[in-house]
């Protein structure tokens, strides 16, 4: 399997990997995955980090897809990137894929100087790459209900006055 930054060619196939990741715990939603929608405005928005737009390519195939783009943290809009959508095809799950997307991300973010990533997702697998829950780091999130899987990551260049209100990429709002 190979990590790499995705490509403009890459959309569909992204698109497709989102689609199939989702449909498996949401059944019942019809029409477009809010994942890969999301994807699709992220992009459009240009709000897509591409630096940290990876993808996971096992035999040319892409088989997953992570990506982050910029949020604001109070009133500072360089320090802390959202994290997510983070989808594997249903076929390759639970064989390391994901684990590597999220340690690939990890790495280029505290590479590019970022203090936070900050997530929303399962603390049971999100802590297992360093995550705890955003509020004991003074953060809080743009829904109040989200508070039990609102997760933050401490990157190099963190500092604890990097704290207060997180919001998302315009393109979370419009989910």
Known sequence: MQIRQSTTDDAPAIHAVHTAAFRVHNPDVTGEMPEAKLVTELTADGDLLPALSLVAVRDGEVIGHACSSPGRLGDDT????GFGPLGVHPGHQRSGAGSALVHAT???ANALGYSLIVLLGDPGYYSRFGFVLADTLGITPPVPEWKP??????LAA???????????AAAFDRL
């Open 106 to 108: 990890i790495g280029a």
């Open 78 to 81: 360089e320090s802390a990137i």
């Open 149 to 154: 899987h609102f997760q933050a990551l401490r």
């Open 158 to 168: 963190y500092h604890p006055g990097n704290q207060g209100a997180f919001r998302y």
